[in-house]
């Protein structure tokens, strides 16, 4: 059975097999890690494990509202994906909630990270909604920030298809 999960105004609807979940949702992440070292720590919105495969998914969707944070997108991804996998390792030995255990085992335990940044924009450039974040730009900050970690991120929206990702969007 293919699960589905809802971020925002998108469905992600993941292949058979896979095992999904909404990090920020994990009762870990929430009641245990969320607060922990004293600082906020933010996490990815996705997670999937296919195959062996470890996919760290973050999602904006700027088709309604524009992206109003000083910080960097790439700089703003990266962090999410260090506090994830570092929230990944901490669950993996004390989350209290055995799935979100099992799941973090998975996660940590994969042959391989991948990184995707799913982006959505709008359709059509104007002055009052330019398309200000170009995928080809924030695809080579992330190769630079995130290269330990996946030497290949993925740039995504729902339009470009690429048959690698366990996933669609719709």
Request: proline share 4%; charged share 30%; hydrophobic share 40%.
């Amino acid at each position: 059975m293919n699960k589905t999960i809802t971020e925002g105004a998108l469905t992600f609807t993941f292949a058979v097999g896979a095992e999904a979940d909404k990090y920020d949702d994990w009762s870990f992440y929430r009641n245990q890690f969320q607060q922990g070292c004293s600082v906020d720590n933010k996490a990815v919105d996705l997670l999937c494990e296919f195959d062996r495969n470890a996919w760290l998914i973050e999602v904006k969707d700027y088709r309604l509202h524009a992206r109003t944070k000083a910080v960097d997108l790439a700089d703003e991804v990266a962090i999410k994906v260090r506090d994830t996998l570092a929230g990944l390792v901490a669950a993996s030995v004390g989350a209290n909630d055995p799935h979100e255990r099992a799941f973090a085992r998975r996660m940590v335990r994969a042959q391989r990270m991948r990184v995707v940044c799913h982006i959505e924009q709008p359709a059509k450039s104007s002055r009052l909604r330019p398309r200000v974040i170009e995928p080809d730009k924030l695809r080579l900050k992330l190769r630079t920030l995130l290269k330990a970690i996946d030497a290949h991120p993925t740039v995504i929206d729902k339009n470009r298809k690429d048959a690698s990702l366990p996933w669609q969007v719709t």
